[in-house]
């Protein structure tokens, strides 16, 4: 009889409560998300690893990485909206002022719809000539881009009311969910346009969790809309606002020269090895991104409280870095096989030695995750002051080295005939100065962890 109590419902429900006592909320809580997150990921591997490759050809296949990046950059007003978002939303929950909380989503939508129309101007001034620059035609794409980087920019504004009121178990259910949508809906638009499919499976996602978000929040968001709004918020909503929009523009910068370089500089074959091996490396980050999700209501909790951050922050750290480590671990012995398995498979097994570097490049910039999230989530703003200049200096240092071409008469002959002798064209020095820029922003964050003390909350 006590085996039959201990299989029932409620003795199962009783050992994953005790486990939950045990491990305590912010672990628990990453072991669900990443669990659910892991198994919609199943779904997502088959999208990236075969769906894709079979259908764009490997003289386009390398230029999915920068057009991602390209919607990411246009959206980056409306993203940086929802980060301002993210953080008053943790306040509010936090005060439980739902009625407030009800106001300033109204306007976090109309903001956005004004952005995304500004967008949609910007990218039919420069749509052409980047789509130029990264080796594609294709007409529609254009519009289809600018869609899935406003719908994927406009729903972190609900996945973080989800996060700062802790209903973690609706954001498991919706991220397994949103992988069946996504494989389907790609399934059906892929075969006809390759890359306009892709993008339209990447919309999908963002608007299936927006609608089942609004149902989770059906309960927050019933209440009657309270005043919000006055001119002390709005002043402190828009230098909040102006910080996250400047970052953004620097960092998206930073991404989009990256991988347009990559695109551009190098060869098809050499851009579409990286975007494979790519499918594999992002699995180091699976850790690294729920454990960013999650811990920003705890370290935000932490600060308000006076309390340090320090302690949870270095804990996910040792954790991310035995994930890594694990995984990155059967590539050094199977990468080759691997890839050689997909389709077009035996143009890319070559590029097999990517994945583990990859993976090594992930470990590094968790560390940067992870604080910079902890930070931003206490509004302290001040490790700001080196990191924007860290990053904008390593997209111009690429533009100068990898664009010298263009500068023949501005430069010396004998640093042109340098560059070109160390082969700079080439993904392997591509890998190296992406390396060094991660390892010293990173470098930066650590001396910053255990140089932190007390703070109190900073009022922006």
Known sequence: MANSTNKSPGGIRAKLNALHQRMGDFWWYSLMLFLACRAADALNAFVGLWLVPKYVPPSELGAVIPLMQFANFLAIPIAAFANTFRNELTR???????????????????ASAIFMFLAIIVARLIMPAFLERIRIVEGSLGLIIIASSFVTAVSPIYSNALQALKKFKAQSLISILGAPVRLLTMLVTMPFRALSGYFIGQASIPIFSMTASVI????????????????????????????FLVSGLIGGFNGITETTIIRQRLSDLDSAGYYMATRFSEIAGFLSCTLAFTIFPFTAEKAAKGESVKPIILKALAANAAFCLLIAIPFLFCGKWLLSMLPNGELYSAYWWVIPWLIGLSLISSIITLYTTAEVSANRFSYLKWYLPLDILYPVLLLLITGHGYFTNLIPESWTDFLNANNIYS??????????????????????ITKHKHEDTVNI
Do not use: H
């Not at 001119?231 to 828009?238: A, L, P």
């Open 92 to 110: 509010l929950s936090v005060n439980k002022e739902f009625g407030k909380l009800k106001t300033l989503m109204r306007g976090v939508f109309i």
């Open 216 to 243: 989770a929040l059906k309960k927050e968001l019933s209440v009657k809309a309270d005043p919000y709004w006055n001119k002390d918020i709005t002043r402190q909503f828009g230098k909040l606002f102006i910080i």
């Open 427 to 448: 993904l392997k020095a591509m890998l190296y100065w992406m390396t060094s820029s991660i390892f010293i922003r990173a470098l930066c964050c650590i001396i910053a």
